[in-house]
């Protein structure tokens, strides 16, 4: 690989570091921002939940819209709209307003994250494609460890508000480094329709499922809400399915990518291993706090172990995939995910020592930047280069909607114990087995099919 090469990846890397890091700094922030608007703790959580939702609903799309018009369109488009939401949000006179300036945020997100992801599997040869992955997450593990320490500090010795606004400077290198740096052509013109009808039920679909998971942790499963809101979202998502099949080479998913074994296998994968990702991140720090007695700000910290050997060994997964072939990584990452809980649910005590649980969230760490990196390579690899944007903005769906409805299992059965500790216990191990069937997924479906890696001329897609 050329200089060119390596600084267009750079590039690239900017914009995944932006929007990772942006999902993890507003949770430090949250108590700051309802003391100034003077509200509730439920209507803040929302400053980071509209992101997350609107992200995760229509990252799918932003997938497909980047095959159809270009990557670096894309790129560009969603990158203008994150800087201007986020200069809006920085300036937010209400919670309101910055609830809404979030969202928008999530719409910028959603086109930028597949574009990239495309990007850069297009940037490199076919021999180099675990690097691609393995950038992409790793990136992501630093800008998500990162978070909490650059949201804490900005909070504590400026104002929350700076958090938004240090998006600005950054957002605007990205896309100067990708206009003089990425150079890569545009689909044909005669390709470009939208499937406009998909976009509306798969989006309002997933809208109603995610809200009825987040009304689960107070509602509970039988409230009618929450029975009403699955029930429309299953109806909707069925009908996306009819609508897919009706709409052929136009769809907002199309046919080969819904019918490819090893995309669809490592999609499911995914959807079990993920719930483990979010039940540590959300319950490590509550286990730090009301056992351990630490800040926020203080278990935050406490995930690093778990953070910065994610990225690190994310960063080490692309060479490794290159070398000794994708199956053998993603087996042994799916493997550590299966244990790291398991041994979080013998380290968490009564105490509340960190000690207890760092074997674990190493393991788990080594796990989650093994197995991402790999799975994401091998998914988007598994269909035409030409739906590689979208088959990553589908495989990140995957890993929120399992994270989503992982947590809300896991919740209801840790709400279900007598206490924090047996609660903990009981989340852990059971996110132990929905990560072991995602392993059986992988060692039997997954892994045989992963193509091995051959060595192609490598690809032109830099200026220079």
Not at 122 to 135: D, F, N, V
Not at 259 to 275: E, K
Not at 434 to 461: D, H, M, Q, S
Request: charged share 10%; net charge neutral.
């Amino acid at each position: 690989m050329n200089r060119s090469t390596y600084l267009a990846m750079g590039a690239m890397a900017l914009g995944v570091f932006v929007i990772a890091n942006d999902i993890t700094a507003m949770n430090v922030a949250l108590p700051a921002i309802e003391k100034d608007f003077d509200t509730s703790v439920t209507t803040v959580q929302w400053v980071v939940n509209a992101y997350a939702l609107v992200f995760g609903v229509l990252i799918v799309t932003g997938g497909r819209l980047a095959d159809l018009f270009g990557r670096r369109e894309a790129f560009f488009v969603g990158a203008v709209i994150f800087l201007v939401a986020s200069l809006a949000a920085a300036t937010a006179q209400s919670e309101a307003w910055l609830i809404a300036a979030r969202a928008v945020m999530g719409i910028g997100g959603a086109l930028i994250w597949p574009a990239v992801l495309g990007m850069t599997f297009a940037l490199l040869p076919a021999e180099k494609a675990g690097l691609a992955g393995g950038l992409i997450l790793g990136v992501a593990g630093v800008g998500n460890a990162l978070g909490p320490l650059i949201g804490g500090a900005l909070t504590e010795f400026a104002s929350w508000r700076w958090i938004l606004f240090l998006n600005v400077p950054i957002a605007l290198i990205a896309i100067l480094a990708v206009y003089f740096l990425i150079h890569q052509p545009r689909p044909d013109a005669e390709d470009r329709k939208i499937d406009y009808a998909g976009i509306a039920t798969v989006s309002l679909g997933l809208v109603l499922f995610m809200v009825a998971l987040d009304q689960v942790v107070d509602l509970g499963w039988g409230d009618p809400r929450v029975i009403i809101s699955v029930i429309i979202s299953v109806v909707l998502l069925s009908a996306f399915g009819f609508i897919e099949r009706r709409a052929g080479s136009h769809a907002l998913v199309p046919r080969d990518v819904m019918r490819n074994t090893s995309f669809t296998a490592a999609c499911i994968a995914i959807l079990f291993i993920s719930a483990t990702f979010f039940s540590v991140l959300f319950y490590i720090p509550q286990y730090l706090q009301k056992a351990g007695g630490l800040s926020p700000f203080e278990s935050g910290l406490g995930l690093l172990p778990f953070m910065a050997v994610f990225a690190l060994t994310s960063f080490t997964a692309g060479p490794l995939y290159n070398r000794v072939g994708g199956r053998i990584i993603v087996t042994l990452g799916a493997a550590f995910i299966a244990l790291g809980p398991l041994l979080i649910s013998f380290g968490v005590k009564e105490s509340g020592s960190l000690g207890g649980v760092v074997p674990g969230l190493v393991v788990l760490g080594i796990g989650v930047g093994l197995f991402y990196s790999s799975a994401t390579t091998i998914g988007v690899t598994a269909v035409d280069e030409s739906r590689s944007s979208l088959a990553g903005g589908i495989i990140y769906m995957f890993q929120v909607a399992g994270g989503s409805v992982g947590l809300a299992l896991t919740t209801t059965l840790f709400a279900s114990a007598s206490g924090l500790i047996s609660g903990l216990h009981i989340a852990f191990r059971f996110n132990a087995i929905a990560a072991l069937v995602g392993f059986l997924i992988i060692l039997i479906v997954v892994g045989p099919r992963v193509k091995p890696v051959v060595a192609t001329e490598t690809k032109a897609g830099t200026s220079g």
